[in-house]
């Protein structure tokens, strides 16, 4: 993200505010930007006398405050870092009074993950004005794709594009998680590599032949035989694919070939981020549109609907795994 590097930058050269408040729903760079903070604006034998790591839970905004206007020792500048801030979510307004007159001597970085503060808000106003507030919102998963790709190159890596999809299909937005697979691999895979599919099986967990891309692939295509192969497999291991993720991955699939088959423009430039895929994978789409008419779709989507609450105990007498990925099957195909 172009405003993290820009805060990251800005530290770099000295432009360091006295007070961070880190909001959103998207705790990856909120805990990237607290942890470069934590490493960076102080040197290593300043911070044991310098540095405070509080946690929302534990204190109050008095004791936040408290800190904050201590003078630092043997340093120009304290910090002071309240992880889980948004623990002190009900009278976090009452930090207003400091952000107006914020010490000068102290960074004081919260991070208030998972939340937001109203931008109208005085708090939030007041903290603009003298700091900065920053908000990470959740990346859509459409730009998951290529967000893997741009880290991975930053690092001197390159991702196949069936990789790519199998850790956007496995992990979805998530991208602290993300990045820590990603790391697993840059740990065992020398710099230069093309991470592939097969990387991903051996060293992640997913297998590149029996998952709900591979399921998604054998619909869209008809491949019957394949298709009852997956699903035969994952009714032998319910406990890595599980029912309600199959259903809901697959459900996302015929919801978006339902879209295709509704676009008026049918240009794969368009099309592609219409759909929220990456234009690699339009060809699978094209070939299920062909296979599948506008009526079959919507019948689909509504088998799943139905599969979806059975597999969640609702009126099925919480049939087996195998049972209802017979019946979807069947019901898809046929």
């Known amino acids: 993200m172009d405003e993290v590097v820009k805060i990251i930058n800005d530290i770099k050269s000295g432009n360091i505010k006295p007070i961070y408040f880190l ?17 960076n604006v102080l040197q290593e034998h300043e911070r044991d006398f310098n540095q405070t790591i509080l946690y929302g839970r ?15 020792m043997m340093a120009d500048r ?6 889980e801030a948004q623990e002190l979510s009900k009278t976090i307004e009452n930090l207003d009074s400091y952000a107006l007159n914020p010490q000068p001597t102290t960074v004081l970085v919260l991070a208030y993950k998972y939340k937001t ?38 690092k ?33 895979l020398p710099k230069g590599s093309q991470i592939t599919a097969k990387d991903i099986e051996v060293n992640i967990g997913f297998s590149k032949d029996f998952n709900v891309f ?54 794969p430039k368009n099309v592609a981020p219409a759909l929220g895929v990456s234009p690699f994978f339009l060809k699978d ?13 919507s019948a689909i989507v509504a088998t799943l609907r139905d599969i979806d609450v059975k597999s969640k105990g609702v009126g099925a007498n919480s049939l087996p795994t195998h049972d209802l990925l017979k019946e979807m099957l069947v019901k898809i195909f046929n």
């Open 117 to 154: 503060l109203d931008k109208r808000k005085k708090l939030i106003k007041s903290v603009a004005k003298n700091g900065l507030v920053f908000e990470s919102k959740k990346m859509y998963d459409n730009q998951v794709g290529t967000w893997i790709a741009r880290v991975l190159q930053g």
């Open 23 to 39: 909001m959103g729903d998207e705790p990856y760079y909120i805990d990237k930007l607290t942890e470069y903070i934590e490493q």
């Open 156 to 188: 001197g890596y390159s991702i196949e594009p069936k990789a790519n999809a199998m850790l956007v299909e496995f992990l979805g937005n998530d991208l602290s998680k993300i990045s820590n697979e990603l790391n697993k691999l840059q740990i065992i």
């Open 285 to 297: 789409y094209d070939i299920a549109l062909r296979n599948y008419p506008m009526k079959k779709v």
């Open 214 to 267: 591979e399921l998604q692939n054998a619909l869209g295509s008809k491949n019957q035989l394949k298709a009852y192969q997956i699903a035969q497999y994952f009714a032998d291991n319910p406990k890595d694919n599980p029912m309600v993720v199959t259903t809901s991955l697959i459900f996302t699939f015929f919801v978006k070939l339902l879209k295709y088959h509704g676009l008026k423009d049918k240009n």
């Open 78 to 83: 304290q910090v002071v870092i309240v992880r």
């Open 58 to 72: 534990d204190v109050t905004i008095e004791d936040v405050i408290g800190n904050a206007k201590r003078y630092p």
